[in-house]
């Protein structure tokens, strides 16, 4: 196996990761391209994606989530 170091990172919106988890390019903010670890708002990783010239975040590796643990994530953030 073959290690890759990523060190552009983004956090995305719960509209936006939601997108995102399901393999759609979203819109990035910034004109950076290159490879980035995508994180929720909360800090959850999503995955890693490629940014094009395009100006679209192009997922390449997702990670498995239950959704049920994503919620309950959220509404702890938001209870400290």
């Known amino acids: ?14 509209a936006l990761a939601e ?7 979203i819109t990035l903010s910034h004109s950076s ?11 959850a990783l999503l995955g890693v994606a490629e940014a094009g010239h395009d100006g679209l975040l192009h997922p390449r590796r997702l ?3 239950r959704p049920d643990a994503a919620q309950a994530a959220e509404k702890h953030q938001k209870n400290l």
């Not at 196996?1 to 719960?14: K, P, T």
């Not at 997108?19 to 390019?25: I, K, L, T, V």
């Open 1 to 14: 196996s073959r290690r890759i170091e990523i060190g552009l990172a983004v956090r995305i919106g719960r």
């Open 19 to 25: 997108r995102f988890a399901r393999g759609q390019a």
């Open 33 to 43: 391209v290159g490879r980035f670890r995508v994180y929720r708002e909360q800090g």
């Open 63 to 65: 990670l498995a989530t």
